[in-house]
């Protein structure tokens, strides 16, 4: 398992959902294409391995600077795509961080808001 575990302030219950994880990337703007290609194909794997929603998005105001996005439908579901992550899929992700400046990209997990 090479994706760390999730940082939680408090126990999440493992059927509450959907969760939204989001990735941000800084990209050289020469390397914008060759990156998006990279980063399609993990979106392939995110949706293989649970999320039912995936995008990418590029800043509107600072070039270079994307945020991939996915959608899972419980915290159990997210969990269980951290144990699912293959060698293959590490190579993937090895070769989009590649395109990535400065250390590893910010990940963040959003839980649906209960009232």
């Known amino acids: 398992m090479h994706w760390p575990a999730p940082l ?3 126990d999440i219950e ?3 959902g959907p969760v939204l994880v989001t990735v941000e990337y ?3 703007p020469q390397d914008r294409e060759a990156f998006l290609l990279a980063l399609d194909e993990v979106g392939n794997e995110r ?7 995936w995008g990418v998005y590029e800043d509107t105001a600072e070039q270079g600077r994307f945020v991939e996005t996915f959608v899972v439908a419980s915290w159990i579901e997210h969990l269980r795509q951290h144990e699912r ?3 293959a899929d590490r190579l993937q ?7 990535h400046l400065g250390g590893e990209p910010k990940v963040t997990h959003f839980i649906a808001a209960e009232p």
């Open 47 to 53: 949706r293989r391995d649970g999320a039912y929603r």
């Open 14 to 16: 493992q059927d509450r």
């Open 85 to 87: 992550v293959t060698n």
């Open 93 to 99: 992700e090895e070769v989009v961080r590649h395109f």
């Open 8 to 10: 939680t302030a408090k």
């Open 26 to 28: 800084r990209v050289i």
